[in-house]
Nanobody, 130 residues
Framework: QVQLVESGGGLVQPGGSLRLSCEASGVTLDYYAIGWFRQAPGKEREGVSCIGSADGGSTYYADSVKGRFTISRDNAKNTVYLQMNSLKAEDTAVYYC??????????????????????WGQGTQVTVSS
């Protein structure tokens, strides 16, 4: 069973940076697509960025974060990262990572449909405020 633990969230000023980590245990992430999703208060969960399995490596970014966020994986550490730069107040949300063997192109998978993703982390809070 895949267990995912997110970390790296916190309070940051607008324009600042954070790096979120999603560490897996129980499986080797090489063969999994990984997605980062977020949910702000009163809003639906949305896809932020996704990365395909290690042999594919394709990535997808939501328009709202393109050019500011970077997803990457460190297979040796069984960890996927989300580097977030130029943060804005509207990036404030709980960020979740999810894992699933890829069944669709990564862009098609990067939707927060629970049935597409078999394993979810508990979430980490990101607050962007001055």
């Amino acid at each position: 069973q895949v267990q995912l633990v997110e970390s790296g969230g916190g309070l940051v000023q607008p324009g600042g940076s954070l790096r979120l980590s999603c560490e897996a245990s129980g499986v080797t992430l090489d063969y999994y697509a990984i997605g980062w999703f977020r949910q702000a208060p009163g809003k639906e969960r949305e896809g932020v960025s996704c990365i395909g399995s290690a042999d594919g490596g394709s990535t997808y970014y939501a328009d709202s974060v393109k050019g500011r966020f970077t997803i990457s994986r460190d297979n040796a550490k069984n960890t996927v990262y989300l580097q977030m730069n130029s943060l804005k107040a509207e990036d404030t949300a709980v960020y979740y990572c999810a894992a699933e063997p890829p069944t669709l192109p990564v862009q098609a998978m990067c939707v927060p449909v629970l049935g597409l993703w078999g394993s979810w982390g508990q979430g980490t809070q990101v607050t962007v405020s001055s």
